[in-house]
């Protein structure tokens, strides 16, 4: 059993930024062909690049097709395309709401259910790219932290459905220093005093995300179905040992 994947191709959604270049990197670095997709093509792709929208069940078929025409098999899908912009739950529309979910939850179902034929015929595998928004409250994206909630319960709706042809598993994914991170924190200094909020005392890199979907994806995990993988560092301090004495330093 090995991390090497010298013989596979991978179709990672979303692969050519932020987390999903991370992932893309990582099957590289295994051996693997890498197939990456998104709706806007990057002027350097980091793997094969196909276009496509995966909210849209036809250009996902099409996606399907191109690599089944390019290489005549699939080993492993995975489903990283996802996010949500910060807002309201009680100011967001309903269609920015249906959005969120369309794109977290309801694309990673269509691009498994279409892979399925090809991945069955390799044993294949599917890792869908969660969130700890999935396991704990999620103000300010309500809608997405549902999603991936969602999402994890797919995994192992999936991972029954489909054994012993198919394995599926999820990676619940927390905070990651991506092109994004000072977007969202601020300044280095603002990502550092949010990194330093974590056990582990820093944001994930995403290369470390591709680390962890290569392990799934690989012979090393070949007994690992329905599981959620927490990839976050160690969660969150308990609030109630910083307004206490009781945790040493």
């Known amino acids: 059993m090995s991390l090497s994947l010298p013989d596979s191709v991978v179709l990672v959604t979303g692969g050519e930024r932020g987390v999903g270049a991370g992932i893309t990197r990582s099957f590289h670095k295994a051996g693997a062909t890498v197939v990456t997709c998104g709706r806007t093509r990057p002027d350097v792709p980091l793997g094969e690049f196909v276009q496509c929208d995966v909210r849209d069940a036809e250009q996902v078929d099409a996606l399907i097709e191109t690599v089944r025409a390019r290489y005549g098999r699939l080993d492993t899908v995975v489903n990283n395309a996802g996010g949500a912009p910060f807002a309201k739950a009680a100011e967001a529309s309903p269609r920015f709401h249906?959005?969120?979910?369309?794109?977290?939850?309801?694309?990673?179902?269509?691009?498994?259910?279409?892979?399925?034929?090809?991945?069955?015929?390799?044993?294949?595998?599917?890792?869908?790219?969660?969130?700890?928004?999935?396991?704990?409250?999620?103000?300010?994206?309500?809608?997405?932290?549902?999603?991936?909630?969602?999402?994890?319960?797919?995994?192992?709706?999936?991972?029954?459905?489909?054994?012993?042809?198919?394995r599926v598993n999820a990676l619940a994914v927390g905070m990651v220093r991506t092109e994004m991170a000072e977007l969202h924190y601020g300044t280095d200094a603002g990502v550092a005093a949010v990194g330093a909020t974590v056990p582990i005392g820093r944001l994930a890199e995403p290369d470390e995300i591709g680390a962890c979907a290569v392990f799934l994806a690989s012979p090393m995990a070949s007994y690992v179905t329905g599981a959620t993988l927490l990839v976050h560092g160690g969660g969150e301090v308990p609030a109630f040992l910083s307004a206490s004495d009781t945790r040493e330093n």
């Open 98 to 166: 249906a959005k969120v979910v369309e794109l977290n939850l309801l694309a990673p179902l269509i691009v498994a259910q279409r892979a399925y034929p090809l991945l069955a015929e390799r044993s294949g595998s599917v890792v869908m790219v969660s969130s700890i928004s999935g396991t704990r409250p999620s103000p300010g994206t309500a809608a997405y932290g549902a999603a991936k909630a969602g999402l994890n319960n797919l995994t192992a709706s999936l991972a029954i459905e489909w054994a012993p042809d198919v």
